[in-house]
T-cell receptor, first 116, second 109 residues
């Protein structure tokens, strides 16, 4: 199957700083990428949908100024958590839609963010 | 919006068969996905159903009834490595996918 690489896998940052998470589709073009957040023992919650070359669409309750998403190319989307707080500590996962196979989304490995 | 219900936990014996049910309510149904997620890892795709009926893929099968808003994932010949959470996810409209809370399956010897 197609490969989606997410980096970093783990990050610890100080409260008030910003963290950038990258999501790359390695062997296919992804017109659409999704960003999810998963708190312990909870479901994946969609944060935003990212389309190449256009602004991301955020889900209700997700602050677009806090979670900056950039989808500059067909293989890269980034999520920047700005002015991170301890309550932003979570597991962030991206997924990418395979352009020719829109029924299947491939997930990155996830990023465990801890804000101290 | 969507409502997705699945059991939170199940236990089954190695070598046995287990069925994980999922019911959903949605407007604009556009397919139902099953994913497997091991603790601390990203989900991996198992199946996608958009038409009624049973789709079989090796030891895993998935069933869908759109009129009943019901799906199940069937795992045969259970192995210890099948211990994981199984997420039911519903597609709505174009590209939006909403996940259930997941069913934590424990396979015991």
């Amino acid at each position: 199957g197609a490969v989606v690489s997410q980096h970093p896998s783990r990050v610890i940052c100080k409260s008030g700083t910003s963290v950038k998470i990258e999501c790359r589709s390695l062997d296919f073009q992804a017109t659409t990428m999704f960003w999810y957040r998963q708190f312990p023992k909870q479901s994946l919650m969609l944060m935003a949908t990212s389309n190449e070359g256009s602004k991301a669409t955020y889900e209700q309750g997700v602050e677009k100024d806090k979670f900056l998403i950039n989808h500059a190319s067909l293989t890269l989307s980034t999520l920047t958590v700005t002015s991170a707080h301890p309550e932003d500590s979570s597991f962030y996962i991206c997924s990418a839609l395979y352009r020719e196979k829109n029924t299947e989304a491939f997930f990155g490995q996830g990023t465990r963010l801890t804000v101290v | 919006g969507q409502n997705i219900d699945q059991p939170t936990e199940m236990t089954a014996t190695e070598g046995a068969i287990v069925q994980i049910n999922c019911t959903y309510q949605t407007s604009g149904f556009n397919g139902l996905f099953w994913y497997q997620q091991h603790a601390g890892e990203a989900p991996t795709f198992l199946s996608y159903n958009v038409l009624d009926g049973l789709e079989e893929k090796g030891r895993f099968s998935s069933f869908l009834s759109r009129s009943k808003g019901y799906s199940y994932l069937l795992l045969k010949e259970l192995q210890m490595k099948d211990s994981a959470s199984y997420l039911c996810a519903v597609g709505e409209g174009y590209q939006k996918v909403t996940f259930g809370i997941g069913t934590k399956l424990q396979v015991i010897p």
